[in-house]
């Protein structure tokens, strides 16, 4: 079955520090790919999708790219902020409208 | 996102007691999904609906849970007879397609 694996957290960085939170995928088919971000006692947000290899998904200056011969979506950012403090969720569905798998999440502090 | 309401936020219950947890999805969206996060863990699908039609239940405990979606109103998620082990929080989220929105949760607790 499907299956996301995200890098183990908790990741802590200073302000400005370059980011990077691996995940790797098993699917069949073609799959869509997310990220979404959880901030303390709140839901998931959406903060980008990639729906087919090479695709990149970027917003708030998060970035990543669907690597389809690496099963990867890894995401990036070069300069975080205090303020993106949060668990970063990977995941996956396949097409249409289907249950989304998840990864475990990414405990992300960053200080100041 | 804000589009999706969940409630009650926060939902307290006595051993034995049912839980009802109610999601109305964003206005046009026909797909609602649930999910169930344990602290410190990531979110695991329970089940999915379209409105009367019960479409994913692969994730649903087989007894104690339900679930609908009607043809009017919200989307409600049951609990009877909850148990410790219930405690966590629930999260519904509501798509046209792929790329789900998440209400807040209901955060239940059982005592």
């Known amino acids: 079955g499907n299956s996301v694996t995200q890098m183990e957290g908790p990741v802590t960085l200073s302000e400005e520090a370059f980011l990077t939170i691996n995940c790797t995928y098993t699917a069949t088919g073609y799959p869509s790919l997310f990220w979404y971000v959880q901030y303390p006692g709140e839901g998931l947000q959406l903060l980008l999708k990639?729906?087919?290899?090479?695709d990149k998904g970027s917003n708030k200056g998060f970035e990543a790219t669907y690597r389809k011969e690496t099963t990867s979506f890894h995401l990036e950012k070069g300069s975080v902020q205090v303020s993106d403090s949060a668990v970063y969720f990977c995941a996956l569905s396949g097409r249409g409208a289907q249950k989304l798998v998840f990864g475990q999440g990414t405990r992300l502090t960053i200080n100041p | 996102n804000a589009g999706v309401m969940q409630n009650p936020r926060h939902l307290v219950r006595r051993r034995g007691q049912e839980a009802r947890l109610r999601c109305s999805p964003v206005?046009?969206?026909?797909?609602v999904y649930w999910y169930r996060q344990l602290p410190e863990e990531g979110l695991k699908f329970m089940v999915y609906?379209?409105?009367?039609?019960?479409?994913?239940e692969s994730g649903m405990p087989k007894e104690r849970f339900s679930a609908e979606f009607p043809k009017e109103g919200p989307s409600i998620l049951r609990i009877q007879q909850v148990v410790r082990g219930d405690s966590a929080a629930y999260f519904c989220?509501?798509?046209?397609?792929?790329?789900?929105?998440f209400g807040q949760g209901t955060r239940l607790t059982v005592v």
């Open positions: 609906l379209q409105k009367e039609n019960i479409i994913d």
């Open positions: 989220a509501s798509s046209p397609e792929n790329g789900a929105f």
């Open positions: 206005k046009g969206h026909s797909h």
């Open positions: 990639a729906t087919k290899a090479d």
